[in-house]
């Protein structure tokens, strides 16, 4: 029986996909300046993670296993275009900012990883799913750093989001630190390593906490 649960549990946390699998650092340290560049990738990359499992798992009884891996590359070299040209279209700022890094969504660790080790095994379904919870998941941590880093380095949270997202994402702009000059260095390079580090010990210990926490309750004498 299909544990919707534990998908869901693994995709956003336990097995998130950059706090947890260590995969798609370039472009997680390379457009997180701000968290609107990173709400923008996630979500394009979480678009071609849930058809790309979706398409690979309908068809996984149809390509056989000498070839799977170019077939697997050419579905999700497929869908990246077809984002990259839908961005170019509508969202041509936001387009403009990310350039390369949704061409670069092709050779993306995480999307080709989930297809072959969940969703070439697993029914459309729970692929699907699958697809959905890591893509939020790398979607959060993208926005999470992003967040980090923009407050830090200018004082705002989601800086013209409008421009990037469209005027619907207005209401996502504000000034969390009013008259702060920042620290540029959030913003560069350096300052994103600087934050994924923090990011990664912070959830490290709370999933040793977590973990102790259960421990102790599992050894806990039953109250009679």
Known sequence: ?????????????????????????????AVTGTAS????????????????????SAIRHLVSPEVRIPVY?????????????????????LYKVLGLFIA???????????????AARNA???????GLMMGLGFTAALVVLGGVREVLGSGTLFAQAHLLLGEAFAFLELTVIPGYKGYLMMILPPGGFLALGFLLAGKRVLDRRRAERAARLATAPAVA
Do not use: K
């Not at 670069?104 to 969940?118: D, H, K, P, Y």
């Open 124 to 130: 459309v379904l729970p692929s699907a799913l699958d």
């Open 1 to 29: 029986m299909t544990d919707y649960a534990r998908i869901t549990r693994d995709g956003l946390w336990d097995n998130n996909v950059v706090f947890a699998q260590m995969l798609a650092l370039c472009p997680t340290l």
């Open 104 to 118: 670069l969504i092709v050779v993306n660790c995480a999307i080709l990883g989930r297809a072959e080790s969940f």
């Open 37 to 56: 560049n990173g709400l923008g990738m996630g979500l394009a990359s979480t678009a071609v993670l849930v058809v790309s499992n979706v398409v690979i």
């Open 73 to 93: 590359i050419v579905v999700i070299a497929t869908l990246v275009t077809l984002v990259d040209m839908a961005l170019n279209a509508w969202l041509h700022e």
